[in-house]
């Protein structure tokens, strides 16, 4: 691609007055050989607009920040690694990076290592606390968490990240005590970082001894891969602040995404490989949502054109209400795992919010995907674009869901494409093991 001329303007540009002044001449000149086809500055907007997040956030997550972490330079910390002891840190929000942290776990224990610690955050709940992690009988230490996201709403503004790293930064300087007499107690040999951001601050200012190795995991890392030219609004906005984190994270250790397809420098999808679809004779579709509004926008689509043949379940925070004058379209649930589970281990089609685990679990199994990822969701929305190249004849990504793509999820028949898109998914994910080895510990 022939670069576009107004792409080489430092990230400033859009903080300079002159622009302003300028614009009338700007919009004239032209970009001869631009193959985005854009005419001056002003249409040239998307790289500009990735720069505002990292301009606001690099003097935190570029340098030690000492008058946010209170490190001038950084401390190591002192300690004699232990063989084959490892700490785990995982990000609180939602339930898939713990998900993740927990698979890593039982590989390295079937390896005969010993988990030494746990760190998480405030965003992790109280029922993850008491159900998953009391229960393994290691130390604990909670943190308080970066909010760069609202599970229902999406992103959050640049601004309320920035006041969110300020602060948590500012609460993690009192623990600093803690978290060193953490780390010294647990003689960690490796320490493995499920984009807990919070930790990563305190790694970088205070770094372990030589021969320990930090290994960052991540789906978010392979978001970087994806071209801010193709992405809208808040895609970019989300992007931006999501590899101002990584590029954090970065500076404490190897940083691996999950992909589906072989990549440099990444796992293989971390999930429980599913037994494949016998038969689509008896059609159930299964939908998840994490926002009700695209819950309740399918069941009046399924009132108004009516699908026969076909059984459908579908699972948000709360049950749906039924209207006046009628039931509901569809069968639904409040969240709960055993039962997702069960209608999981029966369906032939997904609808689902623009996760992973559920979308790489669908794809194995081999059947369809409609993903519609929640609106104002950057991070979903991009991880529909993913889905979407990986699994082109398994996984349709729309913005809202209409009756067409229900009709293709309810009709679909399997192709030869989609059996090998299952198929290499399936070998991929079954070399969880050995690859995590691999990266993880150098085995």
């Not at 193959?35 to 500009?48: F, H, Q, Y």
């Amino acid at each position: 691609r022939a670069p576009c001329e107004h792409r080489l303007l430092p990230p400033s540009c859009l903080l300079s007055r002159d622009i302003m002044q300028t614009s009338a001449k700007l919009n004239e000149e032209k970009a001869p050989g631009c193959a985005d086809g854009c005419k001056s500055v002003i249409t040239c907007w998307k790289p500009c607009l990735y720069s505002q997040p990292q301009i606001a956030l690099a003097p935190l997550v570029k340098t030690q920040a000492a008058c946010v972490t209170g490190v001038k330079e950084p401390q190591p910390l002192a300690y004699a690694p232990g063989t084959g002891r490892f700490v785990i840190g995982f990000c609180g929000s939602g339930t898939g990076h713990l998900t993740q942290s927990l698979a890593v776990l039982r590989m390295l224990q079937a390896r005969g290592m010993t988990l030494a610690g746990i760190v998480f955050d405030t965003d992790a709940t109280q029922k993850m606390v008491q159900e998953t992690l009391e229960p393994l009988g290691v130390p604990l230490l909670q943190l308080p968490a970066i909010k760069l996201v609202d599970p229902k709403k999406g992103m959050v503004p640049t601004v309320v990240t920035l006041h969110s790293v300020i602060t948590g930064v500012g609460k993690l300087r009192g623990m600093y005590p803690q978290l060193v007499s953490f780390f010294v107690d647990a003689k960690a040999e490796y320490i493995f970082n499920f984009w807990h951001t919070t930790l990563a601050f305190f790694l970088r200012s205070h770094p372990p001894p030589p021969g320990v190795r930090i290994s960052n995991v991540a789906p978010q890392f392979a978001l970087s891969s994806l071209d801010v030219r193709d992405l809208g609004f808040w895609e970019i906005v989300g992007k931006s602040t999501i590899d101002a984190m990584a590029a954090l994270i970065a500076q404490t250790g190897p940083c691996l995404s999950l992909s589906a397809r072989p990549q440099p420098n990444s796992l293989p999808p971390i999930l429980e490989v599913p037994a494949a679809v016998t038969s689509f004779s008896s059609r159930l579709i299964l939908c998840y949502f994490l926002a009700q509004p695209d819950a309740v926008r399918l069941e009046r689509l399924l009132a108004q054109f009516s699908i026969s043949g076909v059984e459908i379940h579908c699972f948000t925070t709360a049950p749906l209400t039924p209207p006046a004058g009628r039931p509901l379209a569809l069968e639904s649930h409040a969240k709960q795992r055993a039962l997702f589970k069960h209608y999981f281990d029966r369906c032939t089609g997904i609808i689902c919010s623009t996760g992973n685990e559920t979308i790489w679990e669908a794809v194995c199994r081999g059947v369809p995907v409609l993903t519609v990822p929640t609106s104002g969701h950057p991070e979903q929305m991009m991880n529909a674009r993913i889905h979407g190249r990986a699994f082109p004849a398994s996984v349709r990504a729309v913005s809202r869901v209409r009756i067409e793509d229900v009709r293709w999820l309810v009709d679909f028949k399997p192709s030869e494409e989609s059996i090998a898109e299952s198929s290499a998914l399936r070998e991929r994910a079954t070399t969880f093991d050995a690859e995590g080895a691999r990266l993880l510990c150098g085995a």
